[in-house]
């Protein structure tokens, strides 16, 4: 009697493992996030003449409409000159095409910079410039979780002075645009 209630215990527990030919996969990857939302960068400005480099980071907004985005952005940045380093902020708007999880368009910024050495060029009555337009070719890859690397090519308006300047972003999704709400 003993064999037969291991061998019903055995049979019962081969069923409740399921069919040999069931797949046994781990859980499916999630689900894309989508391509509109607000993105952190960090990232690095060289400047094409001198290879001067300096640092950035900020906020840039996507919206994305079928095969086409829009964008709008805040970068922080500090300039070094021949005097005290200046804030500056970097703000824009762009659009472009969308293929895939890849974002190609163009841009046009400002740099804002606070006359005050030192100080946010954002904060509210402080003495600041805004400099000529500048205008940015970027392309961005946008992976299925949020991350995000861009590369830009930076050029003067016409009648502008600017060096040209090759930038380099990495960041993330943090947000539904306009919701305020966490991706992850």
Do not use: W
Not at 3 to 32: Q, W, Y
Not at 121 to 131: D, E, Q, S
Not at 156 to 179: H, I, N, W
């Amino acid at each position: 009697m003993s064999h037969r209630i291991l061998l019903g215990t055995t049979l019962a527990l081969l069923l409740a493992c399921g069919d040999a030919s069931e797949d046994r996969s781990v859980d499916a990857a999630p689900p894309a996030l989508p391509l509109t939302g607000t993105y952190q960068v960090t990232g690095t400005t060289v400047d094409k003449a001198t290879g001067a480099e300096r640092g950035l980071s900020g906020t840039i907004i996507v919206k994305a409409a079928g095969d086409t985005y829009t964008s709008t952005f805040s970068l922080n940045t500090t300039l070094h000159g021949t005097g005290e380093p200046q804030k500056a902020e970097l703000i824009g708007h762009g659009e472009g095409s969308i293929e895939g999880r890849v974002l190609s368009g163009t841009a046009e910024t400002q740099m804002i910079i606070a006359l005050v050495p030192g100080v946010d060029p954002g904060f509210g009555m402080m003495p600041r410039v805004a400099t000529a337009r500048i205008l940015n070719r970027s392309e961005a890859s946008i992976d299925p979780d949020g991350r995000v690397q861009i590369e830009i090519e930076s050029d003067p308006a016409p009648g502008a002075e600017y060096t040209p300047s090759r930038t380099t972003l990495r960041g993330r999704r943090v947000a539904d645009v306009g919701l305020g709400r966490a991706a992850d």
